[in-house]
C-alpha cells in the first residue's frame, strides 16, 4: 500500500446520477472512507444507497449514468478511466459482496474454480497454483473442509457458505476496498451474526476499509463507526454512529429511528402501537438538503 | 366455545429424498416431527426458527397445501385433515394466508378490483355491485381507497402491496391468519405501518394469527405466545414474556443473543436474560453441540414445563 494512513481510500464528491441528463436520482453525494474503516450508507429501498456503491464499483447498468461529480480511489479519479483499467481495479483493488450469493455465483462453475479465477486474471498464477490459493481462501473464511467444498457447486452449499464463497472471492485479491450491498439480508439471525463478525475480523486484519450498504440499523450499528443516512437521492445526515444514535439531527433519521420495533420495549401491560414514520417527519420535510444537518468529516476536516 | 380454536396434535410431515442409486436405501426428510400447538380465539401465535426448522410447513399443512404424513389438525374440535376434512372451498373460509413476498403473489394481469371480487362470486357470496361495495370497503379498511381498485398490482408500492394482500386474505372474512414473514420483505419504514394495521385489524374483526417470523423484535412485539421450532421440533414454547424475559433452551437463547441491536451501541451489549432455573439433571434437546442429523429417528425428547405457560424441550 502506496498510500498514506490518514488518507482516505474512497472519496465521493457531489456525486449525481441519472437517467439521461434529466432525471436525476443520486443529488450529489459525499463521503469519505478511511483505511480499515466501515462506513455504513444507511436508507430505504429507492433512497439510493445501491446505486452509489455500483457506480463506485464502475458497474451502473443503462439507463442510469453518472451525471455529475467525482469518484477518487486513492486519490484517482476513476470516472475518467477507461472501462480495461477500471475493470483491472475491480476485483483487485475494490471488491464487492452482493445480496444474494446464489444469483452472484456462477453456478456452473464449482466455487474452487471460481475463486481462482481471481488469482489467475489479477495475479497472473496458473491454475494449479491458484487452485491451493482459493483453498485458502476458503480456509480464511472458516469454510469447514475448504478441500472438498472448493469441489462443490453453489447449489451444494448453504446461504451462510454461499455467502463465505462471495467474500473469499471478494477478499481474495486482499482490496483497499470492500463494498458490501446487504452481505446479510437473505440470511437467518444466527448466520448473519457470524458472516458480519467475518467481514468485520477481515477487514481489521488487511487494514481494508468497508462500504456497507444496509437498511438494517442494527447490522449498521454493530459494524460502522460512521453513518450516512440516505433518503430520496440524497445523503441527508452523516454521523459517527454513537452520536447518531444518541442525537439523531435530521428529521428523517428520527422518524427512522422511531418507527423500528425494539427487542425488549414491550411492557407486559399492553401492546402497543407502533410509532409511524410519517408521524414523526412530514413528507416535505423528507430528502430535502439542509446543509446545517449534516456534518460531512470533508467539510469539517475531523478525522475520527 | 371453551376449548382452542385451532389445535395441531403431533403433527408429522415426511419428505421422500431421491436415491442417490437405484438400490440405496429410501431416505426421508422429517421437516416436522412431532409438532403440538395451540391456538386460542383472539390470540396471535408466533412460530420462530431459522430456515429449514420446519416453520413454513406446519404453516402449510394448516393451510391445507401440504398433506400431513401422521398427525391432525382440529379447527372448533372438528377435524381438518383426513377423511372428514371439509372441502376445499370450506377452508377458505376457515383460514387464509398472508405471504412473504406480495408482489410475487399477486396476479399480474388482473386489477385489485376483480381480483378481490372474484373470491365473493366464486364462494355465491355476491356479485355485481354489492361485490363492488364490499371490495371498496375491504380496500378502504386496510388503508387503500376505493379507486385503487381499478389498478393493477404494479401500480402500487410494496406497502401497498402487502396491505392489497392483507384484503385478499380477509375477503372470505376468515377466523385465522396465516402469516408468513409478513413484513421482512419491506423497508424499515413501511413495516411499522403494516403492523399496526395487523394488529388494529385483529381487534376489529376478532381475528387469531399464526405469524411466522425470524425477526424477534416484531414478534415480541405482536405475539401473545411464542413457538420456537428447531430442526422439526418446538423447543421452547410459552407465554411471549416468559419467552424473552426468561429464554431457557440454548437455541432460543442464541436466537435472542444473535439480533444485532443497535441500543448496544449506547448502553454496551444487552446481556441475554437469565435463563429459568432447572434441575441439574436436565438434559436439553436437541443438543446444540453435536449438529442433529434430519433424517435419522433420534432419542426420545420431550417438552417439560418450567413454569406458568412455559415449556422447554428435554432429552427424556
Redesign the interface.
Known sequence: MTHKESEPVLSVRDLRIGIGKQNAILHGVSFDILPGETYGLVG??GSGKSITGLSVMGLLKRPLQVTGGSILFRGQELLTLNSRARRRLRGDRMAMVFQEPMTALNPLATVGRQIAEMFVIHRGLRWSQARTKAVEALENVRVPSPEERARSYPHQLS?GMRQRVMIAMALACRPDLLIADEPTTAL??????GV?ELIAELSQAEGTAVLLVS????????MCRRVGVMDQGRLVEEQD??AL??RPLHPYTR???A????????T?AQ?G?????DEVVSSDERGRDQPTLVTPRVFSGATP | MSGPLLEVRDLHVHFPISRSFPFAPKRTLKAVQGVSLTLNQGECLSIVGESGCGKSTTALTIMGLQEPTSGEILFKGKPLTGPNAPARKDRARIAQMVFQDPYASLNPRQTIGRMLSSQLALHGIASGSDANHRVAEMLTRVGLTPDHANRFPHEFSGGQRQRIGIARALMLDPKILVLDEPVSALDVSIQAQVINLLMDLQETLKLSYIMISHDLSVVEHVSDRVAVMYFGRVVEEGHWHSIFSRPTHPYTRRLIGSVPDPDAVLTGARPVPDAEHLPSDAIFFPDLSHPADPHVEDAPSHLVPIGPDHRVRLAK
Do not use: K, M
Open positions: 430505504e429501498s446461504g437467518d439471525v444466527t448466520v448473519q451474526a458480519l437498511h438494517d440499523l442494527g447490522v449498521i450499528a454493530n454512529t454513537r444514535f444518541e422518524g427512522l429511528l418507527a423500528r420495533p425494539r427487542l425488549g420495549s414491550r407486559l401492546r402501537r407502533l410509532t409511524e414514520l
